[in-house]
């Protein structure tokens, strides 16, 4: 009997496994064992391309088993607990730590894109996780990230809303993977190479499905926007929150060009997003010796961040430590619930979890 590690298959014969161990390779013309694993293949050149068909197809057979495999458990990353028990240390009770993976696993947001309340919520989140916090996820809440990515990609597809918004989610994702591949290197992110690579592919379709989106007017012979009076379109304008939005809208009519331009608009949108010290330092004139604040808004945008506002928030109880959606009734034992809760941001959800 070989001692552990010896190999007792003798040097220069073929051997084959089998269901019932090792074998020899036995050659079905002479009856005796081939000697050389090159008798085995046939010279003429068909024959080897048969070899060589034969081993791909049972590699290809195995990854459509894989990628079957992995279609059939995708739904199962997608939980639907209305709220979770945020504990940052070990008790008596309780055992480890809660993680920004987890809390993105348990977490309903694969139902929460479906909500116009907090959808520019759930974006912003995967915004910021994949600018610094995508390589602290686990592979399981990577797979999560990347389908519930997928599932946004296609309502706005179907929708048409949202387009650049998600586009400037794509373009932040994939310079953010291009940099943990190339430069820090693969060790960074949990799971194979060649499966990111295949990931950053199918970013990139997603990008050119949006790109290619044409938006076609609806056939509605009602009153329009441009119907309405100056004053009621002006103020229609004053609740966009996003500069780029304006100037998006003053594109659609001459009208609405010489609206999108009004001064005490764009003072206003300053006024909304930044601080009057902010302000004061990147004071722009125009060439009539008066303030430009288009100017300044889009120079100050670039600088310090604009306010966040959004329809619902997560929120987290300071009594009993639960993170929910707004309006979510959780097992809180304080007499007035509503007064413990604290309205969370996208990025106070993430330092919620840097211990």
Same mark, same amino acid.
């Given at each position: 009997?070989?001692?552990?590690?010896?190999? #007792?298959?003798?040097?220069?014969?073929?051997?084959?496994?089998?269901?019932?161990? #090792?074998?020899?390779?036995?050659?079905?013309?002479?009856?005796?064992?081939?000697?050389?694993?090159?008798?085995?293949?046939?010279?003429?050149?068909?024959?080897?391309?048969?070899?060589?068909?034969?081993?791909?197809?049972?590699?290809?057979?195995?990854?459509?088993?894989?990628?079957?495999?992995?279609?059939?458990?995708?739904?199962?990353?997608?939980?639907?607990?209305? #709220?979770?028990?945020?504990?940052?240390?070990?008790?008596?009770? +309780?055992?480890?730590?809660?993680?920004?993976?987890?809390?993105?696993?348990?977490?309903?947001?694969?139902?929460?894109?479906?909500?116009?309340?907090?959808?520019?919520?759930? /974006?912003?989140?995967?915004?910021?996780?994949?600018?610094?916090?995508?390589?602290?996820?686990?592979?399981?809440?990577?797979?999560?990230?990347?389908?519930?990515?997928?599932? %946004?990609?296609?309502?706005?597809?179907?929708?048409?809303?949202?387009?650049?918004?998600? +586009?400037?989610?794509?373009?932040? =994702?994939?310079?953010? =993977?291009?940099?943990?591949?190339?430069?820090?290197?693969?060790? /960074?992110? /949990?799971?194979?190479?060649? *499966?990111? %690579?295949?990931?950053?592919?199918?970013? =990139?379709?997603?990008?050119?499905?949006?790109?290619?989106?044409?938006?076609?007017?609806?056939?509605?012979?009602?009153?329009?926007?441009?119907?309405?009076?100056?004053?009621?379109?002006?103020?229609?304008?004053?609740?966009?929150?996003?500069?780029?939005? =304006?100037?998006?809208?003053?594109? %659609?009519?001459?009208?609405?060009? /010489?609206?999108?331009?009004?001064?005490?608009? #764009?003072?206003?949108?300053?006024?909304?997003?930044?601080?009057?010290?902010?302000?004061?330092?990147?004071?722009?004139?125009?060439?009539?010796?008066?303030?430009?604040?288009?100017? *300044?808004?889009?120079?100050?945008?670039?600088?310090?961040?604009?306010?966040?506002?959004?329809?619902?928030?997560?929120?987290?109880?300071?009594?009993?430590?639960?993170?929910?959606?707004?309006?979510?009734?959780?097992?809180?034992?304080?007499?007035?619930?509503?007064?413990?809760?604290?309205?969370?941001?996208?990025?106070?959800?993430?330092?919620?979890?840097?211990?």
């Amino acid at each position: 009997m070989p001692f552990l590690g010896q190999d #007792w298959r003798s040097p220069g014969q073929n051997w084959v496994k089998t269901a019932d161990g #090792w074998t020899r390779f036995l050659d079905e013309k002479s009856g005796g064992y081939v000697a050389d694993i090159s008798s085995f293949c046939k010279k003429d050149d068909h024959n080897k391309e048969n070899l060589f068909n034969s081993l791909n197809y049972d590699v290809a057979a195995k990854k459509r088993k894989k990628d079957l495999l992995n279609n059939k458990t995708k739904i199962q990353y997608f939980h639907q607990e209305k #709220w979770i028990y945020v504990h940052k240390g070990s008790t008596k009770e +309780r055992h480890g730590y809660c993680t920004l993976g987890e809390a993105f696993n348990r977490l309903d947001f694969s139902s929460a894109i479906l909500d116009s309340r907090r959808f520019n919520y759930v /974006v912003r989140l995967l915004e910021l996780i994949a600018k610094s916090q995508l390589t602290s996820l686990s592979g399981i809440a990577q797979k999560n990230y990347m389908n519930i990515l997928e599932k %946004v990609v296609q309502k706005v597809l179907e929708d048409q809303q949202n387009i650049r918004l998600i +586009r400037e989610l794509l373009q932040t =994702l994939y310079t953010s =993977l291009c940099t943990l591949v190339q430069r820090v290197g693969k060790s /960074v992110l /949990v799971g194979n190479i060649n *499966m990111w %690579v295949h990931r950053m592919e199918s970013i =990139l379709h997603w990008q050119q499905q949006l790109n290619n989106i044409q938006i076609t007017r609806p056939a509605f012979k009602g009153t329009t926007l441009t119907d309405l009076p100056l004053c009621l379109q002006l103020n229609i304008m004053q609740r966009l929150s996003d500069g780029r939005d =304006l100037v998006s809208l003053g594109q %659609v009519a001459p009208n609405l060009q /010489v609206l999108s331009e009004d001064r005490l608009l #764009w003072k206003k949108l300053c006024q909304y997003h930044f601080t009057d010290r902010q302000i004061r330092k990147r004071l722009i004139l125009s060439d009539k010796g008066q303030l430009d604040w288009k100017k *300044m808004y889009f120079k100050l945008i670039r600088c310090y961040p604009r306010k966040e506002q959004y329809g619902d928030t997560l929120q987290l109880c300071r009594h009993c430590h639960i993170l929910s959606w707004k309006g979510t009734d959780h097992p809180c034992t304080a007499n007035n619930p509503e007064t413990c809760s604290t309205s969370l941001s996208p990025q106070d959800f993430i330092n919620l979890f840097r211990f």
